[in-house]
């Protein structure tokens, strides 16, 4: 590599709007420019979890071309050329092969598809997509089964053959989990799936907590009461809320309890629903202590997809389980407060309370 390589002035870094996206390790830049570092030879994301450079031997690319032609190579730990290199294109041929076979493939046979060993399509596949080949095949036929169960003129025998389950034991088996009702059930739209709620106040607000038959689906934070029913109504389109009986009480009582001391936990029965990503990432959260916080680059490196830090951060948005799935424990790479769905302040509020409990 050339050592002659201009380099900016540390004012000039410092100053760049860029430079304190890399102090953030803010992942909502990764993909807008790259940053290299002289001393190392090595170009990186903007969240790279990797000690800081020194800003006078930083400087700053558009993209990893760019970075490569000047002589920089990828880092290995945060992989800032995988959604650009021509390992990403093989990865996504391997995609459009899952979700075109007509039942599941072999990892021996993908990679021999697209030209690649096992284990390093397998290792470069996840950290692509955050997925597993496996997973990924399991998410599709999901997928494939819900819109040929939407399907008003087949039935639910054609729509679990058309989505590739060999017989309909093994689709039964994973039937709940996968929709979280019985396929005729979720043929009708969810309709007689039968919900409870209630609304309350406790002290971050307006509190709604929904339950199905198989738990707590979903605990809501807000300003206004009729906002968080309206809310759970788009939620659940075709099912049927109920405001919730008497006993239904004790359950609200025990979430109002869990949000004014998160360090306590819950003992409830929950209904988590989600892709099969999202369920990785909200059990990552779940493992995370009260009283401590993880970053979206940590939770990637959790689960195993270290380059997946943007699905964390949208999984975490999408979480429907305030609290109990304690989404509010993560934070920038710097220790700031990053969003929150339920407000900023709810957020600085649970944490504090965690630490002074």
């Known amino acids: 590599m050339n050592l002659t390589m201009a380099t900016q002035r540390p004012c000039d870094t410092e100053r760049d709007r860029r430079w304190q996206a890399v102090v953030q390790r803010d992942a909502s830049a990764d993909g807008s420019f790259v940053y290299a570092v002289l001393t ?5 994301r903007p969240s790279c979890p990797s000690r800081r450079a020194k800003p006078e031997n930083v400087s700053f690319h558009d993209s990893p071309q760019d970075a490569e032609a000047a002589g920089y190579r990828p880092c290995k730990r945060c992989a800032p050329d995988a959604l650009s290199s021509p390992i990403a294109v093989l990865v996504e041929r391997a995609c459009r092969i899952i979700e075109q076979a007509d039942e599941p493939l072999g990892l021996l046979e993908l990679a021999e598809r697209v030209g690649l060993s096992p284990s390093y399509l397998h290792h470069r596949f996840k950290a692509v997509t955050g997925l597993t080949p496996r997973a990924y095949a399991k998410a599709h036929q999901a997928h494939r089964v819900r819109e040929a169960l939407s399907d008003p003129d087949g039935d639910v025998t054609q729509a679990i053959h058309g989505a590739g389950f060999r017989s309909s034991g093994r689709f039964y088996e994973n039937a709940d989990a996968m929709l979280g009702m019985t396929p005729t059930t979720y043929k009708r739209g969810g309709r007689d799936t039968a919900i409870r709620f209630a609304v309350g106040e406790c002290s971050l607000g307006s509190v709604l907590v929904a339950c199905s038959a198989r738990g707590v689906c979903a605990i809501l934070l807000g300003d206004d009461p009729d906002d968080l029913v309206r809310d759970l109504q788009d939620r659940f389109p075709q099912a049927e809320l109920d405001a919730g009986e008497a006993s239904f009480e004790s359950w609200v009582a025990q ?10 936990g819950t003992e409830l029965p929950l209904d988590i629903r989600g892709t099969a990503f999202q369920q990785r990432v909200w059990q990552a959260l779940r493992e995370i202590p009260a009283g401590t916080t993880a970053s979206y680059t940590e939770i990637a490196e959790r689960i195993g997809s270290p380059a997946a830090v943007r699905a964390v951060a949208r999984a975490c948005a999408a979480n429907p389980l305030a609290v109990a799935i304690p989404c509010h424990r993560v934070v920038r790479q710097d220790g700031n407060l990053s969003g929150y769905r339920w ?5 600085r509020a649970l944490l504090e309370r965690e630490a002074d409990a």
């Not at 407000?343 to 957020?347: A, C, P, Y």
Request: hydrophobic share 40%.
């Open 40 to 44: 190392t030879g090595v170009y990186c």
């Open 255 to 264: 979430v109002v309890g869990l949000i004014d001391d998160p360090a306590l």
């Open 343 to 347: 407000g900023i302040e709810r957020k």
